[in-house]
């Protein structure tokens, strides 16, 4: 019995092993500036700061030109002043450049307000990243992940071992629960499902962009359609204005020297009209046909969109299946008898 337990003890040693060199180590990298560019209370806080900074700068600005009036007014004037005045003067000029530069190091200097109020901005962001990075890690299983901004010099780093957008996301997440109800929560809770079965799946992130660039093209060309019809119809209305108005200033306008008889401009009325009424008809039924195309191409857009959904959601959950039944029966232990 103790036999057949060391037996199976190390063959699940074995098999560990065997499955760890197979699968290989996994590296990934975070750019923790571009991560902080694009946290919206960072980017509001940082503009601030600037602000403060700017405002300090006007300040030593400000100081500099005040010091270089007085050294002005004292190199205009040494020759009428006394040895005790000129310097006095030189002393009040020595302690202002001195008061300026305190204040020049106590405001952008190595321990100065610039440098640790960005230090406060920065932390709380950085302890949710670490955080983030932790548990993208241990669910993904990587063996190593560096920070591209930081001191670790990286000579080359491919773009799809970049995780930085995956811990932007579940940043946001964090900050767009706090503001949501129970049924966008569950949206959002979808969403999310299937953005994790995508940066844990390579080939279905590559799938998924191919099926949005297809998407992308598709709602181009119904645009530039809508577009077109939107044009047609501005012209059909356009003409039908012309038209009415035409007829509105035959009305209303004098008759000519030239009308050899009643009779005759009545008719010629009364055919003008009877072509306008013909040409506003086949315009307008022009019209019809055109909105109810364009009616037929977003309803058609609709179902294809619905049904490209439906089936990239049953694909997802296959995928999540396998998924779990794979990693069920790696992690599954050997069986004491």
């Known amino acids: ?9 190390l063959a699940a040693i074995t098999v560990n092993l065997l499955h760890s060199q197979a699968r ?10 571009y ?9 509001e806080a940082s503009i601030q700061l600037e602000s403060k900074a700017q405002k300090w700068k006007q300040d030593i600005e400000s100081k500099k030109v005040e010091i270089n009036k007085i050294k002005d007014a004292l190199k205009a004037e040494k020759a009428l002043l006394t040895k005790g005045l000129i310097e006095e003067r030189e002393t009040e000029i020595k302690y202002l450049e001195d008061e300026m530069l305190d204040f020049q190091q106590k405001r952008f200097g190595a321990n100065g307000d610039l440098i640790n109020q960005k230090a406060l901005l920065v932390k709380p962001i950085q302890d949710q990243v670490f955080t983030v ?21 990286m000579l080359f780093a491919a773009t799809q071992f970049d995780i930085s957008d995956q811990v932007l ?16 929560q569950a949206d959002l809770d979808a969403k999310e499902k299937k953005e994790d079965a995508i940066d844990a799946n390579p080939q279905l992130a590559d799938r998924q962009k191919a099926l949005d660039e297809k998407k ?19 012209a059909f209305d356009d003409r039908r204005q012309k038209i009415l108005d035409d007829r509105a200033a035959k009305k209303n306008g004098t008759v000519s020297a030239n009308t050899t008889s009643g009779d005759t401009t009545e008719a010629s009325k009364a055919v003008n009209t009877e072509k ?9 039924a022009q019209k019809k046909q055109a909105d109810l195309r364009a009616k037929l191409l977003e309803d058609k857009k609709k179902v294809l969109e619905d049904r490209r959904k439906a089936v990239e959601d ?24």
Not at 1 to 9: A, S
Not at 169 to 184: D, G, I, M, S, W
């Open 24 to 33: 290989g180590t996994r590296v990934g990298y975070i750019d923790m500036e």
């Open 169 to 184: 996301r579940v940043l946001n997440r964090t900050e767009k629960r706090e503001q949501l109800t129970k049924k966008q």
């Open 216 to 234: 992308a093209a598709r709602d181009k060309i119904i645009e530039e359609r809508r577009l077109e019809q939107e044009a047609k119809k501005k």
């Open 133 to 153: 990075v932790q548990d993208i890690a241990e669910s993904r299983k990587y063996d190593f992940i560096f920070d591209k901004s930081s001191d670790l010099t």
């Open 276 to 284: 306008d009424n013909a040409r506003i008809a086949a315009e307008e």
């Open 1 to 9: 019995m103790r036999k057949q337990f060391l037996f199976l003890f």
């Open 314 to 337: 049953r694909r997802l959950q296959i995928l999540q299946q396998r998924d779990s039944i794979k990693k069920a029966k790696e992690e599954k232990l050997p069986i004491k008898q």
């Open 35 to 43: 991560i902080l560019q694009n946290v919206p209370n960072y980017t």
